[in-house]
Each structure stands twice: as structure tokens, then as C-alpha cells.
């Protein structure tokens, strides 16, 4: 079983995916982190010297590696499910679970960081809130094809694997 934690910058996908691998004893693999790691850049060092389309790429080399592991927690970027066909190859080699958020709670927990996205770069305040909305009407098209949908503001391990397992 894997299991691909899916949503918006900031709605705690690795935070979760960390928690709930250690208790279901599975490897927890999170694709930002694994981009960094093979390419021994930052995102931000890859975004300004790379650009966004080299780093897509390398991210979904990344997810494409995940076949070879056949059970583990996999938090996804912001974006992945929205390039290529990463979210069929999503759905039909896994469980996606969408931690939806609003913008406001998203803008929030943005706010303090941002460091290492360089999406929103030095947004803040209403400017940071209004690139959400938008964004993210953008986005959900793709989240909201996921196998199930949780509510990401105090989600818990215990529900995902209620809705994943059926217990
Ligand atoms: C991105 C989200 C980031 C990271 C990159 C691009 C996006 O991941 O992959 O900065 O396009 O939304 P997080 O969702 O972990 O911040």
C-alpha cells in the first residue's frame, strides 16, 4: 500500500506523513526532500538556476521512483499533483489522501514559511491570501480527485487510517 499525501503548500502534509509512517511502520518518503537529496540543491537553488520546469521534472522522476517501494507514506509537493499525469499515476498506483485547507488557515501557516518556497517567495498579508485563492482554485481540480479528502486543520493519523485501512 502506498499511501500519497496530497494538498496545498503548508497543509502539513510532511508533519502527517512523518506521524503516520513511524505508526504504520512504513518508510516515509517525501518527494521535496528526496529532490534535494539526488540533486544536492535547495528548491529555491533549483527554481532560480534550473527553473521550475527542470525542477517538475525532477520531481516527477522522484514520484515515478516511488514504484519501487511497494509499501510506504509519501508526501507529495504543492504541485505535484497538477504536472504531467502524476495524479493518474497517483491514483492507479496508490491511496490519495487530499488534506484540504482553507486560505485563510493556509495563508496562516504560511506566513512564517515561506523561506523555502519559492512560489510565494516574499508575499505576505492580503497580497499571500489573494495568490491562495486563486491558486487554489486552480489546484483543487486536481486534489479533489483523490480517494478520499480529510479536513487538514487537525487531522490526526488515526483518521487516515480509519479512511485508508476501513478501521
Ligand atoms: C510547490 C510546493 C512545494 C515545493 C515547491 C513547489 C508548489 O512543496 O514542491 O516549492 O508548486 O506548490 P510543499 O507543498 O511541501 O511546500
Do not use: W
Not at 48 to 54: A, L
Not at 78 to 88: A, F, L, R
Amino acid at each position: 500500500m502506498r499511501i500519497y499525501l496530497i494538498g496545498f503548500m503548508g497543509c502539513g502534509k510532511s508533519s502527517l506523513g512523518r506521524r503516520l509512517a513511524r505508526r504504520l511502520e512504513y518508510p516515509f518518503i517525501d518527494i521535496d526532500n528526496e529532490v534535494e537529496r539526488l540533486s544536492g540543491s535547495t528548491i529555491p537553488e533549483i527554481f532560480s538556476s534550473k527553473g521550475e520546469e527542470e525542477f517538475r521534472e525532477m520531481e516527477k522522476g522522484v514520484l515515478q521512483s516511488t514504484l519501487d517501494i511497494q509499501k510506504a507514506v509519501i508526501a507529495t509537493g504543492g504541485g505535484t499533483p497538477c504536472y504531467s499525469d502524476n495524479m493518474d499515476f497517483m491514483l492507479g498506483n496508490g491511496i490519495t489522501v487530499y488534506l484540504k485547507m482553507s486560505p485563510a488557515s493556509l495563508s496562516h501557516r504560511l506566513e512564517y514559511a515561506r523561506r523555502k518556497r519559492p512560489l510565494i517567495g516574499n508575499m505576505k498579508g492580503e497580497r499571500l491570501l489573494s495568490f491562495i485563492e486563486s491558486k487554489l482554485i486552480e489546484r483543487e481540480e486536481y486534489y479533489i480527485r483523490s480517494h478520499c479528502i480529510i479536513k487538514g486543520e487537525s487531522v490526526r493519523p488515526g483518521q487516515v487510517i480509519s479512511l485508508v485501512f476501513g478501521y
